[in-house]
Nanobody, 120 residues
Framework: QVQLVESGGGLVQPGGSLRLSCAAS????????MGWYRQAPGKERELVAY???????NFGNSVKGRFTISRDSAKNTVSLQMNTLKPEDTAVYYC??????????????WGQGTLVTVSS
């Protein structure tokens, strides 16, 4: 079984910064990609950013230039650095990973979510 544990959410003022981290654990053979999605109240879940096992990244249009994503493959962790935060960034942020299980298939795993609130 594989699980993702997120940390780093909280309350921040507009223009501020916050860093989210996510660690994968369990019977992992390899991780193909890790990333973050978010869901604001009344809205659909949307891509924030992801990074593949070869370092290719992709960002949602609303966060390009403000957010960066990094990954430590040895530790099975991914981090999201969020700068110049706006009230519209307020959402629950979910870690996501596409994981090859030891002796098994590729699964898509979700974390439990961490709340980010941008408000003065």
């Amino acid at each position: 079984q594989v699980q993702l544990v997120e940390s780093g959410g909280g309350l921040v003022q507009p223009g501020g910064s916050l860093r989210l981290s996510c660690a994968a654990s369990g019977r992992i053979s390899s991780i193909n990609a890790m990333g973050w999605y978010r869901q604001a109240p009344g809205k659909e879940r949307e891509l924030v950013a992801y990074i593949t096992n070869v370092g290719r990244t992709n960002f949602g249009n609303s966060v390009k230039g403000r957010f960066t994503i990094s990954r430590d493959s040895a530790k099975n962790t991914v981090s999201l650095q969020m700068n110049t935060l706006k009230p519209e960034d307020t959402a629950v942020y979910y870690c996501n990973a596409k994981v090859t299980i030891v002796g098994g298939p590729i699964l898509e795993i979700w974390g439990q979510g961490t709340l980010v609130t941008v408000s003065s």
